[in-house]
């Protein structure tokens, strides 16, 4: 993850939003004549960012909640008491599509304005089988619609919706038998997800959800351990997730099972920070064990982050790995968390021109610089989508 194999005075040519080469400057000029040539001496290109969980599409907003935590209100607390994920539940289930989409396309853009180009993008705020899939296709309107992409993520096991309250094996039992196997007929998500933590959804649930998403064809990633250690990093391998994301209770064993089946571990270094804890998941043993990491943004009501830029600077300043591999874990780890490496998270011949061009003199003012926007260029499918900070047409 330390290795980005940087090309000094490097250029690429771009045909059809394809990277169809990449070399030095000279050599490359000698090799094409461009219709359109940017310059961009002086400055750090990188492959479009990726943000490898986000649960994006919510309606209203819980700043009173940032009160209740700094008196020392938990998460759990908070839910119990009917906030949390419950009342951004009925604030979305009040929105329309049309105002969802309207909300979150700002997010999208302001996601872009920062140097990201794909994220993934979680349902989890609807919690009925309609307002599930009413978030799923918001999701797939934003992905035609805008020039950010959005990996699609079912969620419907985020939380226990109140008409269920007491009834979690029934509402396992309609998600596995009803809910999952409608939304893939509808071909609405690539990735099921659960939230797996100790009275909520316990390993055994999570289990059956993300079995039930197999069957019908979605890849699993699972919130693990981001309260207690539970068992969701072993669940996470058992089942061949692509994703484990949070980790922060995970025990060691658990990692072991990840870097053996190749599970990739996504960190969320803002969700700890503003769930107030002190706490953060151990990237160091993760990386040093060979597990690949990711980075997400858990964009979402109580964690409010579309700026990558100061997400990769908190994964530096917080979990303490260094620029380059939270470069990494932004680009094409991050890719592989979404199960696109094979066509972006890179600068390589063949990949998408998703790009991000950063007004800075050396890559490590991503992770040194807390609250700037460098981004001077994005380059989505070889279109520049933003330029001087600003939104192109
Ligand atoms: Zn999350």
């Known amino acids: 993850m330390e290795e980005l194999g940087i090309i000094e005075d490097g250029s690429m040519a771009v045909q059809n939003g394809i990277i169809i080469d990449v070399g030095q400057t000279p050599e490359l000029l000698d090799k094409y004549r461009a219709e359109v040539q940017l310059d961009a001496s002086g400055k750090v290109v990188t492959p479009g960012l990726i943000d490898a969980h986000t649960h994006i599409i919510f309606a209203g907003s819980r700043e009173n909640e940032l009160e209740m935590k700094i008196k020392g209100t938990s998460y759990l607390e908070i839910l119990k008491q009917g906030g949390g994920i419950l009342r951004t539940v009925r604030e979305t289930r009040r929105a329309t599509r049309d105002e969802l989409l309207a909300i979150s396309r700002k997010r999208c853009n302001n996601m872009l304005l920062h140097g990201t180009t794909t994220i993934e993008a979680k349902s989890g705020y609807g919690l009925t089988l309609e307002d599930e899939i009413k978030l799923l296709q918001v999701i797939r309107a934003l992905d035609e619609q805008s020039n950010l992409t959005l990996v699609p993520t079912f969620l419907g ?3 226990l919706p109140p008409e269920f309250e007491g009834k979690t094996a029934d509402f396992v039992s309609t998600v596995t038998n009803e809910w999952i196997p409608k939304v893939t007929e509808l071909k609405l998500a690539k990735f099921c997800d659960v939230f797996c933590e100790k009275g909520i959804f316990e390993v055994e649930d999570a289990r059956k959800i993300l079995e039930a998403g197999r069957a019908h064809g979605l890849l699993s990633k699972i919130h693990a351990d981001e309260f207690t250690a539970l068992g969701g990093a072993e669940l996470a391998a058992e089942v061949g997730a692509v994703s484990a994301d949070h980790v ?7 990692f072991r099972a990840m870097r053996d089946k190749g599970v990739i571990a996504v960190l969320l270094p803002a969700a700890p920070l503003t769930l107030m804890l002190d706490k953060y998941a151990d990237a160091r043993a993760l990386i040093n064990m060979g597990v690949a990491v990711a980075l997400g943004s858990d964009m979402s009501p109580s964690c409010w982050l579309e700026n990558q830029q100061l997400l990769i600077a908190l994964a530096c300043y917080r979990l303490k790995i260094t620029p380059a591999e939270a470069i990494t874990a932004s680009t094409i780890n991050a890719a592989h968390a979404c199960r696109m490496a094979s066509k972006i998270g890179s600068l390589e011949t063949g990949k998408k021109a ?12 991503l992770g040194y610089v807390l609250d700037g926007n460098a981004t001077d260029l994005v380059i989505k499918n070889g279109k520049i989508v933003v330029r001087n900070r600003s939104l192109c047409n």
Not at 248 to 254: A, H, K, N, T, V
Not at 354 to 365: E, G, L, Q, T
């Open 157 to 159: 096991a985020h939380a």
């Open 354 to 365: 998703d790009i991000a061009v950063f007004d800075i003199p050396d890559y490590r003012f």
């Open 248 to 254: 922060l209770y995970s025990r060691i064993e658990g």
